[in-house]
């Protein structure tokens, strides 16, 4: 019998590689904005009005910048005719965002990509001469408005499939054409990534890769959230991730580092300050090391409890000028005032890590 050709058979395999280069186009563009992320409030937006949205917001609520990203992978470079049906999504999506209800301040404005792994080459020809437009690594960006006119006349005729409105091209003043230099496979676009961690957070960070993927799970969650009553809003908060929500994971990552590197240095002095012998230290080490993850775990009461109490006892900080000294202290402190169903080996690994956690916020 023959085998049937089928063109369509690696359909799903090709949509979800799609999907895995818009979470990996986010990530790309955040860590490339990262040092000026990290002093704004803003969000991102994930299949929603479009593939990626970042909003800038002022005084927490109001938005005073929009930037869009239509994120499209290709095995091939684009065209001026391949792009048109990307372009009036653009366009419409441009119009969206200044109809949305979303209350924007008197300076608000927008920046809406095409941004692509693949070249972009943009061409006319008029009486046998060339006008040509290539944006690929040598030419990461370029605008629509900087365009030659020959090129904007030729993409504003369409074809009979798409046209494009006054309204249209009145959008496309906003329009930007982006090369993304991201690989072709997941996976290749992973190790870039990855070492787009180590660069921008270099020693903060004890596992880089985790952090890629702690983001990466952050962004799939949202991203598989469905519109509200089918209409695609802006202040749909089911559809963002805020950047006190990208802090928290950041800084949860941190404070692993912070508490390995603590434990590296004075573990052995803080099992003799606790009278923790060698034979439990591996579980103690292990307690310690969890206990950071159990904190952001609202049912992980016990571990709550803990961390509480130290949050609401910082004043021992001020009682002593040695770490031994004050963990001790607040080891004494919980078991006189308080109880709990933690093991004693458990409970004073909490409390370190508690301890560590808070000191590190002071």
Sequence with gaps: ????????INAGVHANIGMDFQKNCTIYLFLEKYNSLKNQRYFIVLEHLDDII???????????????????????????????????????????????????????????????????????????????CTINESTQNFDYKNLDQNIKDKLLKGNKKIAFSKEDEANFQTLNF??????????????????????????????????????YYALKKIENNLNQGNVATLSDNKKRIESHEIEKILNILTTKKLAYDFWRDKGEEIRQNLNINIFDASAFELHYLNSFDKFKDINES????????????KQIFRNHTLDKDCMNDFVNSF????????????????????YIEIKNTL
């Design 1 to 8: 019998m023959a085998i049937k050709y089928n063109p369509e």
């Design 54 to 132: 970042f909003g800038f917001l002022e005084n927490n609520s109001t938005l005073s910048k929009i930037e869009t990203y239509q994120a499209k992978k290709s095995s091939t470079k684009w065209t001026s005719g391949t792009i048109l049906e990307i372009i009036k999504k653009i366009a419409e999506t441009s119009q969206s965002i200044l109809d949305d209800p979303h209350l924007k301040n008197s300076t608000f404005n927008q920046e809406n990509y095409f941004a692509t792994n693949n070249t972009i080459e943009l061409k006319s020809t008029v009486k046998k001469q060339d006008y040509v």
């Design 178 to 215: 982006r090369f993304i230099d991201l690989g072709r496979t997941s996976q290749s676009q992973l190790d870039l990534l990855n070492g787009m961690f180590v660069s921008v957070f270099g020693n903060s960070i004890s596992d880089h890769k985790a952090a890629l993927h702690t983001f």
């Design 302 to 313: 016990e571990h709550q409890k803990i961390y509480n109490f130290v949050e609401n006892n």
């Design 335 to 354: 078991e006189r005032e308080k109880s709990s169903t933690l093991l004693s080996l458990q409970l004073k690994a909490t409390i370190v890590a508690a």
